[in-house]
């Protein structure tokens, strides 16, 4: 599908301030598969069959229109292509076309170009193809998606209501516009012991003490307060993860009524993080499709299982590991998720 964006007014069939039956009308009588709330006020709709996602304002009126980059029509904005293209082509096509018109551009959360004059927000996803057999696999670069939105959420989208509580960036790390990778030659090795611990992290330390191992303050932290159920107790404000920028790693803690939180997962970041191997696989801050390859060619010598996480990340049954692909501006490098025993991992 080829649709043309007017900014601030709509994109291909769909117009600002649409109610979702006139929304699902447009989209050929559409079902949004995932949904929240529609009908009632805010709320979002998934028409995964069209490959977008409609995210509706206090008064179930459409405020923004999300693309996919894989799955979504193809939106042109006077000359420029802005779906499923690399990303520095996309952000030198509209810094070229905002210079033209006088518009101006910032850099958002992703790092990506977005323009309050024109209700874009751009951003990039992974790519995906399919294998000769037919399976689907991970590529290594990322292609081009969008927020577009209408004139009342143009100034900031990510954190205006109610894109905010479709998806919300506040705990993601914002990126400047450049992804520097280390050089393997300067990353730190360490060792790594399935379902135990990596480098000198051990599952069950808590807080405090990963922050003393690492020598380093987090840059950020994550958490939130518990909804109430009884194994979680009430007030309590919850640590889910620290981030350790200089390291190249995130905590993930686990914790339960009455239990302060304990190392549970680590997450070493690809374009910064320790290396990693898997008898003598390096797993961090390579090409991910390499990496997948040595990895199904380990798991099939060794006739292990091979499991998938929820966002396509591979590990072999077990060991509690998943490969992971972090951005690098248009392509994507490998980074790792290494969890104890029993934790569930979501992406």
């Not at 459409?62 to 990303?87: Q, S, W, Y």
């Not at 003393?212 to 159920?229: I, K, S, T």
């Not at 304990?262 to 990496?291: C, F, K, N, Y």
């Amino acid at each position: 599908m080829q649709w043309v964006l007017e900014p601030l007014v709509g994109v291909g069939p769909l117009r600002f301030g649409m109610n979702p039956d006139q929304v699902a009308s447009a989209l050929d009588g559409a079902t949004a598969y995932i949904s929240t709330g529609l009908g009632s006020g805010v709320g979002w709709g998934d028409y995964s069959d069209w490959g977008v996602t409609a995210v509706y304002g206090e008064d179930s009126g459409l405020v923004a229109v999300a693309i996919d980059a894989m799955d979504g029509p193809l939106v042109r904005l006077r000359d420029v292509e802005l779906i499923a293209r690399v990303p520095s082509e996309v952000r030198a096509d509209i810094y070229g076309l905002a210079l033209k018109e006088g518009a101006s551009v910032r850099v958002n959360w992703s790092g990506d170009p977005e323009v309050a004059a024109w209700g874009i927000s751009m951003g990039a996803a992974l790519e995906l193809g399919l294998s000769p057999e037919g399976y689907t696999e991970r590529r290594d670069r990322v292609i081009t998606h969008a927020l577009l939105v209408g004139p009342e959420l143009a100034r900031d989208p990510y954190t205006s209501e109610p894109v905010i509580r479709w998806s919300d960036v506040r705990h993601r790390a914002p990126n400047s516009g450049a992804w520097p990778v280390k050089a393997e030659q300067v990353r730190p090795r360490w060792d790594w012991t399935p379902l135990e611990g990596i480098g000198p992290l051990r599952f069950g330390m808590n807080s405090e003490q990963v922050a003393a191992v690492l020598n380093e303050v987090p840059a950020a932290r994550h958490g939130r307060y518990p909804f109430g159920q009884p194994w979680e107790g009430f007030g309590t404000w919850m640590l889910h993860h620290d981030r350790f920028d200089a390291t190249g790693v995130t905590a993930h803690y686990t914790s339960g009524f009455g239990a302060p939180p304990t190392l549970g997962a680590v997450t070493v970041h690809g374009r910064t993080g320790p290396q990693i191997d898997l008898e003598g696989i390096r797993l961090i801050g390579m090409a991910v499709s390499a990496v997948d390859t040595a990895l199904i060619q380990y798991i099939e010598e060794r006739e292990m299982g091979l499991v998938v996480g929820c966002s396509g990340d591979l590990g072999p049954d077990g060991l509690n590991m998943y490969v992971r692909a972090t951005r690098a501006g248009d392509t994507v490098v490998s980074e790792a998720r290494f969890c104890q025993e029993g934790w569930e991992d979501h992406g």
